[in-house]
């Protein structure tokens, strides 16, 4: 014969329900309308157009249009790392970290390199014979090398002058 377990269970007094999110990010709506935001913006779209375009053609029998691509997808995933930071707010939880020179050492840096790689991705047009798609793949990609070199020399512009400010400021 079985006999019934019997359970005893001990009620708690009720607690209010409150909302106990505790997420530390924040999107911060207004940084994609500054002029920061803007530059970042266009060097994600100029520098994905960049690595696209050698990409969908035969770039691996010409190892400049290899560094290229290196160079190229290296930059993008810093430059989108670096906008989803400003972002969400991150450079503002985590202070120690130099954000600023942080940011100016990537910018400085990816301007010099990506100089170097639009004049190698624009020499390198000439590898192929005029209207066909590498070509013209190439000829576009250098393009957009050069206009990624600019948004990266105007980002490395105003790193500079937030950098000397608040070096000033200390």
Same mark, same amino acid.
């Given at each position: 014969?079985?006999?019934?377990?019997?359970?005893?269970?001990?009620?708690?007094?009720?607690?209010?329900?409150?909302?106990?999110?505790?997420?530390?990010?924040? =999107?911060?709506?207004? =940084? /994609?309308? /500054?002029?920061?935001?803007?530059?970042?913006?266009?060097?994600?779209?100029?520098?994905?157009?960049?690595?696209?375009?050698?990409?969908?053609?035969?770039?691996?029998?010409?190892?400049?249009?290899?560094?290229?691509?290196?160079?190229?997808?290296?930059?993008? @995933?810093? /430059?989108?790392?670096? =906008?989803? @930071?400003?972002?969400?707010?991150?450079?503002?939880?985590?202070?120690?970290?130099?954000?600023?020179?942080?940011?100016?050492?990537?910018?400085?840096?990816?301007?010099?390199?990506?100089?170097?790689?639009?004049?190698?991705?624009?020499?390198?047009?000439?590898?192929?014979?005029?209207?066909?798609?590498?070509?013209?793949?190439?000829?576009?990609?250098?393009? =957009?090398?050069?206009?990624?070199?600019?948004?990266?020399?105007?980002?490395?512009?105003?790193?500079?002058?937030?950098?000397?400010?608040?070096?000033?400021?200390?």
């Amino acid at each position: 014969m079985e006999r019934p377990v019997a359970v005893s269970v001990r009620r708690s007094p009720s607690l209010p329900d409150y909302n106990t999110s505790t997420s530390t990010l924040a =999107f911060d709506q207004h =940084f /994609t309308t /500054t002029l920061k935001g803007i530059l970042l913006q266009a060097e994600i779209i100029c520098g994905m157009l960049v690595w696209i375009l050698v990409g969908g053609t035969d770039y691996f029998h010409l190892p400049a249009l290899c560094w290229v691509m290196f160079l190229s997808i290296l930059f993008w @995933i810093l /430059t989108v790392s670096l =906008f989803i @930071i400003y972002l969400t707010g991150v450079h503002s939880r985590i202070p120690q970290v130099p954000w600023t020179t942080l940011s100016l050492c990537i910018n400085c840096i990816a301007t010099a390199l990506y100089l170097v790689t639009a004049v190698v991705d624009a020499l390198s047009v000439n590898q192929d014979v005029r209207g066909r798609h590498n070509y013209n793949c190439w000829a576009a990609s250098a393009f =957009f090398a050069f206009l990624t070199t600019l948004c990266y020399a105007g980002s490395s512009y105003l790193s500079y002058r937030t950098w000397k400010t608040t070096e000033e400021e200390q």
